[in-house]
C-alpha cells in the first residue's frame, strides 16, 4: 500500500475523473495513456474522453486555522489525499503596517506629498482585515481547485471558536452572554494553544500537561484563564505552592515572557473566530453541500481512533467518523507566497526609492517558477535576470548557482506557493 496521496486524473476534456492511486498513475504513464498535465497537485491527462464514469462519493473535509490549514479528501472512509496550507497573514499585516508608517513620515514632514485626507472614510458591514480576507480567499482557490480535478459532492468543514467571555468569567450569564461567542473548546484545550502545547516553564512537548495556577490558588490566586498555564507534571510539583516570580527569581527573562504571554489574548483564536462564517457562506456558493462539526468532535474523533496531532489528521476527523481508513501517510504542504507585489521601486528605511525593480515576466519566466536543470536533473526555483541570458537556480538545501536558460525546462509556473512535502505521519496505513 503507498504511503503517498492518490493522483488526481482528467479526461481529454478535462472532466475530473475518480483519483488513482500512485502505482495506477505510473502505468498509465509508462503506457503512454496519460500525459503529466500539473506537478502540483499532481494530476494526469488521458488521451481520450471518458464517457461512462463510476460514480463515487468524495468527501472535502477542512479545518481552518489561523496560520495553518488543513484539508482531506476522502473516499467513504479512506482517506486517499491530504494537504497543510500555511498562511501568510501575518506577513500581509507587516507590510500594510509599513506602508503606512512611510505614507504617515511623508505626510508629517516638510514635502511636496498630499495632506493627509479627512477622517469620514466608513469601513462597509461585515469588513475584515486583509489578513484575514487572505486567510478565506486562500483555502476558496483550493476548494475550487480540487473540485476542478476531482469529482467532489460534499464538504465538511470545523466550525470551530472559542467562547473568551466564558472562559475568562464562568459566571458570565444573561444578556451579558449574549455579547460573547458561542462557547467552544473547553478550558483545557484554550490553554494548551495558547501555551503552543509545552510547558511554560521547561519548554517541554510531548509529554502530559497540567493545568496550573501562576499566582497559587492558596495564596489568593483566582481562575481566571490569565491566571492559568500548562506545565509538566515535574516543573508543577516542583513548583508546588510558590509564588511565580519566587520560582522564577533566578530567571528573570523566562518569568518576563510568561508573565506577558498570560495576559495575551489568543490572537489565533480570534483570526479562526473573524473569518469562520465568512468561509462557511463562501463555500456555500460552490454548490455543493456544506456541513459543520464542532472543535471538539474533531478532537474526539482523533483521540478514538488514537491519531496523532497534525491539522491534516484534523481535518480528516471533522464531522461524523465512524472508523478512518489512511491510505496516505504524507501530505502536500502549499506555503503562501504571493503573486509578488506591484512595487516598482525598492525603498530604503526612511520610504525613498534607492533601486527600480525589473518589469516581470523576463524572457518567459517569472520568479518562483520550477525549472528542471536538463544537465543535472535537478528541480530548482529560478530568479530570472534582465541583463543576463543565465538565470539564478536554487535547488532545496543548495547554494544558488547561475544556470544558462537553454538548459532550463518548465515544470510548474508560479501560482502562489512553493510546494513541499511533510514528514511521514505515524499512521497505520
Known amino acids: 500500500m503507498s504511503n503517498t496521496n492518490y493522483v ?34 499532481f494530476t494526469l491527462i488521458l488521451k481520450k474522453a471518458v464517457e461512462i464514469v463510476v460514480k463515487t462519493t468524495l468527501t472535502l473535509k477542512i479545518d481552518p486555522g489561523s496560520k495553518f490549514t488543513g484539508m482531506a479528501l476522502l473516499e467513504g472512509n479512506k482517506v486517499i489525499w491530504m494537504l497543510l496550507i500555511q498562511h501568510r497573514g501575518s506577513l500581509i499585516s507587516e507590510k500594510l503596517q509599513k506602508r503606512s508608517q512611510r505614507r504617515r513620515a511623508r505626510r508629517t514632514k516638510n514635502l511636496r506629498y498630499r495632506k493627509p485626507g479627512l477622517p469620514n472614510k466608513k469601513k462597509p458591514e461585515g469588513w475584515l482585515a486583509p489578513s484575514l480576507v487572505h486567510r478565506v480567499e486562500t483555502i476558496m482557490t483550493w ?19 472559542f467562547d473568551t467571555q466564558l472562559i475568562q468569567n464562568p459566571e458570565i450569564n444573561g444578556t451579558e452572554y449574549q455579547q460573547g461567542e458561542l462557547a467552544g473548546y473547553e478550558l483545557r484545550e484554550y490553554l494548551l494553544e495558547k501555551w503552543g502545547r509545552q510547558c511554560a516553564y521547561c519548554r517541554k512537548t510531548n509529554t502530559p500537561l497540567e493545568i496550573e495556577h501562576i499566582h497559587p490558588k492558596s495564596k489568593g490566586g483566582s481562575d481566571r484563564v490569565s491566571n492559568l498555564t500548562v506545565a509538566c507534571t515535574k516543573c508543577n510539583q516542583i ?21 506577558t504571554q498570560a495576559r495575551s489574548p489568543l490572537k489565533d483564536a480570534a483570526a479562526v473566530n473573524s473569518t469562520r462564517w465568512k468561509l462557511f457562506n463562501s463555500l456555500k456558493t460552490t454548490g455543493l453541500e456544506v456541513t459543520i462539526g464542532s472543535g471538539g468532535q474533531t478532537k474526539f474523533n482523533r483521540r478514538k481512533q488514537q491519531l496523532p496531532k497534525a491539522h491534516c489528521i484534523d481535518a480528516a476527523c471533522v464531522g461524523e467518523v465512524n472508523q478512518l481508513n489512511f491510505q496516505t501517510t504524507q501530505a502536500l504542504v502549499a506555503i503562501c507566497k504571493g503573486q509578488g507585489g ?52 536554487t535547488v532545496p538545501g543548495q547554494k544558488a548557482k547561475s544556470v544558462h536558460v537553454s538548459k532550463l525546462k518548465v515544470v510548474h509556473k508560479k501560482d502562489g506557493y512553493t510546494y513541499t512535502f511533510c514528514p511521514q505521519l505515524s499512521i497505520n496505513v
Open 8 to 41: 488526481f486524473v482528467i479526461d481529454t476534456n478535462k472532466k475530473p475523473l475518480q483519483p488513482c492511486k500512485p502505482t495506477v498513475a505510473r502505468r498509465l504513464l509508462n503506457s503512454g495513456k496519460a500525459a503529466v498535465w500539473r506537478r502540483f497537485p
Open 239 to 259: 513548583k508546588s505552592n510558590q509564588d511565580v516570580k519566587d520560582f522564577l527569581s533566578g530567571k528573570p527573562e523566562l518569568l518576563k515572557r510568561i508573565l
Open 342 to 393: 506591484r512595487q516598482k521601486a525598492a525603498v530604503n528605511k526612511y520610504g525613498y526609492p534607492i533601486r527600480y525593480n525589473p518589469l516581470k515576466p523576463i524572457k518567459g519566466w517569472n520568479s518562483g517558477d520550477l525549472a528542471l536543470n536538463i544537465e543535472t536533473g535537478e528541480v530548482g526555483r529560478v530568479n530570472p535576470r534582465s541583463k543576463s541570458n543565465s538565470f539564478n537556480f
Open 143 to 161: 476548494v475550487k481547485r480540487l473540485i476542478k480535478f476531482c469529482p467532489v459532492e460534499s464538504i465538511s468543514m470545523e466550525l470551530v471558536s
